[in-house]
């Protein structure tokens, strides 16, 4: 069965480590993945900022890329969103690319419900206790849901102690172009997040959005505080012990 | 009022740095948020109710020609009648003339949000006449002379010590001097001062939540009783509201009333609604010997067939300013017109233009959260987007950003070209943070280093990293 | 103004002509009265509007006959040391009621000094613990918000179990709408002063329900 993973650009830039440990979990469920070499960006910062022309020809672009395959695999709840909720959306007056979008909207993914739902019994080498925090994206809680299928496969695993976040559904500000647009806004609503993330005295913190973990990483650091944090295909994948986002490697 | 929305920007950074505000917004939010939770978790119809009302304000739009002339039909036949007002200075002129030919000199006025989109005490006031608003967080902001900053609780931004200082300063005429220390010894203080003016009044001025089209009827959902007063003791009462709060039935008003408080403020039902039916019967002991109904269209009838029809469920519950990370940071008045949060990032464009207020639909992380609490399943974010298309399609935002982001589409319709710029631009953030792990500073990016660490990238990007990795599975295999 | 009248219609109609047909003419959808959603609960309707009325700072009680009236109100009055003075809506019942001397009635409209008022209920809704009542001859609006208290009587049997329960009677006496309906729960708050609850901001700081058993004879 062809798989493919659509690494998303952030990944790619600022967290190869986290597309690493997905494709190592994915394998160890038995799939072959690909990674398709031409695939940049799902297109949301021109979708985000109005500009749908530019929005549909990234997706095109992306639609063709990932044609061949039977699921593709997101690692982002918000490249997720984008891809199975909003491409279809981006066609509605071009009925061949509607198609074309739906269809591959269907085969799309978000990376911890393939886990959970698809590929079933998986364990994961994680050796030693640990105590952890989790932030759901907005995306995974309104647009791919995927906030049960998180906690499900974190309680899966007995070394793994889950401290829920208090507010855990209000936004820790990245918003993409947002956070630069509006970064006393974006800054508060940081530090919120991440008051809640220190009350929990959790050891690290992970979620399935990178957009999210850049902001949180950032501003933890900035604080200098010593919670680490990971992409949760790294915690799931027992890669905890190497440098989380933001630390030294 | 005249818009601020333009220096949004500024307005956010100072309510940033008001602390007293910020006391204020952190224990509204949890207010209205857990009681809202509780209010939800009590009722497991509330989905089937959101897809009841949905379709009940979908039918009612669809034919809202129909249901507006039979509203006006009963109301006429009730004895009262109704006004029509195309834009805000036609129902400030309305309702002008309206009080003038009562002969009224005092007016009292229940709260009405449409009341505040047309600048009505702005007018009256002009008009030489005494308005007084009754409902107490009017009240209290009309003494400030501030908008209000929340749709249903207008004075959410003041602190109790504000407001005692506030009416030392305004109550003095009254005779009414000692220092005000308690909540209870304001709310009495409000309800003495304002007890004389309801008496006082020639008309009262009240909004509606609803209006019937099978009775004529207009709903107001109140908890001090302060608009039953203005609309029962005055000679005159005219009822200021917009085109789109009509709703065919009884039956349907009490769906939706029961999605409305609860969204609000958490009541199952609140203290008072009321539904007013003209003016005062021949045998009526009491109530206003005449009744108005005054309609405002100012651009609704215009998003009826378009992309903005949906705005035209809204009942002004407020969840989605409650439910807002933005709302909830920075208040209402930063927006700088009459309807903040969400649902006054799409209105207030739409009303004021979208160049005035081109900072609103672009001033939300689009997270979603009050679509998901919006009992009329109004899809916020992408109105706000739809704001966004047009904002970009007029270049209205700002070359820069534009440039900014033209650039970036070209490399990622490019795949060659982005690998090309990704690997150095990661190689560059590498070696930049490559003894602490992140990156503190960095030029052209103040606005994400203020307050964060870049995260550094390690080393080199996926793409490239999974090639190599390839490549050598493939040469030990060869081997 | 009757310019604006044609100008909001016509845009309205351009906009609807272009929406889909219209599938069921109004005048069929205003007849039928479909009722909504309706929460379900399963208690019985009295106990239900008791507890609902409780949990909104009412208070309530409930007498056998009319004639027990006067005392349960005295009682009350002295319960909270309220001046025995009442004034009262003019209903057929109440005015039939024989007052014990202690307490001062009048039957007419609330002023703005009158502290204690007596009202009669058109109706009780169960799912959420309120009053209805229809302004008229028998029943000044002024009674249910002037005053610092107000005690309503409500006939058990005219306890309902939903609002649309109040629609239904109101067409059934087949005459026009009253000028005002009410729909009291609880008494006057506010919570306009950082989000504290305040029970009588302008309307009645006590509301007490009586609740009368038997239904007085015709
Ligand atoms: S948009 Fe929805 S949530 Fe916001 S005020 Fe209107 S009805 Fe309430």
Known sequence: MRIALFATCLIDTFRPSAGFAVIKLLEQAGYQVDVPELQTCCGQPAYNNGDLKSARKIAQQTIETFKQYEYVIIPSGSCAGMLIHHYPNLFEDNPEWKNKATDLSRRCYEFTIFLHDVCKKISFPIKNKISITCHDSCSSLRETGSKQQTRNLINSNKNLNLIELNDSDTCCGFGGTFCVKYPEISEQMVNDKVANIMATGAEILVSADLGCLLNIAGRLKRLKSPIKVFHIAELLAGETDKAGMGNEI | MKSKSRNFKKNAVAALANSTLQKALQNAKDGFINKRKIALDALPEFEQLRSNAYKIKEHTLKNIEAYLKQFEQQVKNSGGEVHWASNTKEAQNIIVKLCQDAG?????????????????????????FETIETDLGEYIIQLAEEPPSHIIAPAVHKSQQQIADLFKEHHKKYNFKSKLETIPEIVDEARKVLRDKFIQADVGITGANFLIAETGSTVIVTNEGNGDLTASLPKTHIVISSIEKVVPTLEDTSVLLRLLARSATGQEITSYTTFFNGPKRNTDLDGPESFHVVLLDNKRSEMLNGEFHDMLRCIHCGACLNHCPVYNTIG??????????????????????????????????????????????IPLPQLLRQHRIQAHKEKINSTRSRLALKLWALFALHPLLYRLATNIFVKLLSWLGKTTGSISQLPFSHAWTRSRDLPSPQGQSFISA???????KRMSKHD | MTNSRREIFSRLQQASSKTEQKTVTIKEYLSAHKRGVLPVYSENIVKRFISKVESVAATIESIKNITDLSTAIYKYMSCYNIEPKLVAAPSELLKQVKWQKEITVEYRAADAKDITTLTMAYA???????????????????????PDNNICVIQKNKIYPYMEDTWDLLRKAGETMPRSINFITGPSRTADIEQTIQLGAHGPRRLHIIILESSPPR
């Open chain 2, 104 to 128: 009224a000199r005092s007016i009292t006025k229940g709260k009405s949000m449409v009341g505040e989109e047309v600048a009505l005490n702005e007018a009256l006031e002009k008009a030489g």
């Open chain 2, 332 to 377: 209402g008045h930063a927006y700088g017109w009459v309807y903040p949060g969400p649902m006054g990032s799409v209105l207030t464009p739409l009303m004021q233009g979208l160049k005035e207020s081109q900072h609103l639909p672009f001033a939300s992380t689009l997270c979603g959260r009050c679509e998901e609490v919006c009992p009329m399943s």
């Open chain 2, 466 to 472: 999974w090639k190599k990795q390839q490549k050598n």
């Open chain 3, 124 to 146: 009780g809704i169960a799912e959420t613990g309120s009053l209805v009542l229809c302004s008229g001859k028998e029943s000044p609006t002024t009674l249910n918000f002037m």
